[in-house]
């Protein structure tokens, strides 16, 4: 068996106004969502220095859309996906995506850090590289 074969999985990010961000490995058919960007990730190839993350559909106050620690109490938050993820940029449309925690409306995956946003409150958390990331259309699904 040959562990070294690795797949991309291909990630959608949607938000609802801006406000409430999701994560579907499939395109959403909620009407209600704008479809903000997506991008591809690795799926770990069994190589023993590799770090594991967990990818969420969702994240709320306290929780992140990615974690490297499955929480095996938590039976109501399930991962959809694992992944590696690197911090170089592999390709020519890989960028940084950034996980920022909002204190007004919650955790927010974007493709720009908003650090020096004062009005969202928002402070970065993590950030990794993606690839084959293409902005999403502004119009409704």
Known sequence: ???SFAEDTIYHVYSYNGKDFRMFTQPSEHSLYFEEFRFTLQRPRGNPDETAYFIYSEASSGESFVTSKLDHSNYSRFPIDVVVLNNERVGRNSR?????????Y?????LYDHGNVICCKGKQT????????TEGKKTLL
Do not use: H, K
């Open 96 to 104: 940084r995506v950034y996980l920022i925690d909002r204190s007004n």
């Open 106 to 110: 919650g955790p927010m995956i974007s």
């Open 1 to 3: 068996m040959d562990i």
């Open 126 to 133: 993590f950030s990794f590289i993606a690839n084959n990331v």
